[in-house]
């Protein structure tokens, strides 16, 4: 039977650079395929924490290279841009592979706001950084300039951080389902989405912010009342005691185990314990709702139960 399946890439599905976005999205679409194949609905969300770095450094540079004439680029713009480049890639590899196949179905990125809480207590506490390194001066001028925040990675320099708020509303959510109704395959939230605030009048002002893309999908998959969350990651499964001699690898968890397991520490802060927990939230959203955490090239073994860790109620 097919399924409504969200699948979140991570970072090792689309490399750091051109070169090996170009390649890296070869080998991500045989694994969506697959999914496809089976007659699943597809939607996909992607990171872009290489291609938003690179985007703020060019931006940054342009700036220094004659700062009378260019002004600062907007995270949210430049986030606006990574999620056009890399859904240009994705989408066409995901068209090439299908045609192989002999599988007719139209693929669309769609640009996509993601709105957050203005009072979300990211805001006052900003830990993700992004762009180029830069001096204590360098630093200090944007600061005061800018009112950016700076964090020190010491024996690198001071790079800049941003809050990470929870997303609350896709904007273009409509737009996402109707693409979806109409049998098409759609790339949206890229990056988490670009994070907006509504300030009144119909208007929504981009957020200087990063949204974690694994919480972005699973708003996405509650939202589009999917059956499967599925988040695509470097490893095959989700392990307590990660790196340690009693390292122990799991094959399923209820939401209750994920969320007991992410408060003892045994899920690494920025890397899987947010996968985890946007798992176990979307399992327990509504009866019949399924999460998976594997390996790219195991997603459809995972879908199989054959590999992965699944969070189910």
């Known amino acids: 039977m097919s399924k409504r399946i969200v699948v979140a890439l991570g970072g090792n599905a689309l490399g750091n650079n051109l070169p090996e976005q170009a390649v890296a999205v070869r080998v991500t679409s045989q694994a969506i395929v697959d999914l496809i194949e089976q007659g699943n609905e597809v939607v996909v969300v992607h990171g872009n924490g290489p291609q938003v770095g690179m985007i703020a450094n060019a931006m940054t540079e342009l700036t220094r290279s004659n700062p009378e004439k260019y002004i600062p680029c907007p995270l949210s713009v430049c986030g606006a841009m990574s999620q056009g480049y890399i859904g240009y890639d994705l989408q066409n590899a995901l068209r090439e592979e299908m045609e192989r196949r002999g599988i007719v179905k139209g693929v669309a990125t769609v640009l996509t706001q993601v709105e957050v809480d203005p009072e979300d207590p990211a805001f006052s506490n900003p830990t993700k950084p992004i762009g180029s390194f830069m001096t204590k001066e360098e630093a200090e001028v944007l600061h005061r300039d800018r009112d950016y925040d700076f964090m020190e990675d010491f024996g690198r320099g001071y790079r800049r951080v941003v809050a990470s708020p929870k997303p609350q509303r896709i904007v273009e959510l409509d737009t996402i389902s109707s ?13 988490g ?3 907006v605030l509504p300030t009144g009048d119909h208007h929504l002002k981009g957020a200087a912010a990063v949204i974690d893309k694994d919480f972005a999908a699973e708003l996405l998959a509650e939202s589009l ?22 390292e122990r690898w799991l094959d399923e968890l ?15 802060k ?28 195991k997603a459809k073994d995972g879908l199989a139960g054959s590999t992965g860790t699944t969070i189910r109620a």
């Open 179 to 191: 693409l979806v109704q109409a049998n098409h395959i759609v790339i949206a939230c890229g990056g």
């Open 254 to 268: 209820t939401p209750a185990e994920a969320h007991e397991l992410a408060e003892a520490g045994e899920f690494g």
């Open 225 to 246: 009342d999917a059956d499967y969350l599925v988040i695509l990651t470097a490893v095959e499964k989700v392990a307590v005691r990660f790196g340690k001699p009693d």
């Open 270 to 297: 920025g890397s899987m314990e947010p996968k985890v927990l946007a798992c176990a939230k979307f399992a327990e959203s509504k009866p019949g709702r399924s999460a998976l955490i594997t390996l790219l090239e």
């Open 193 to 195: 989405g670009i994070p």
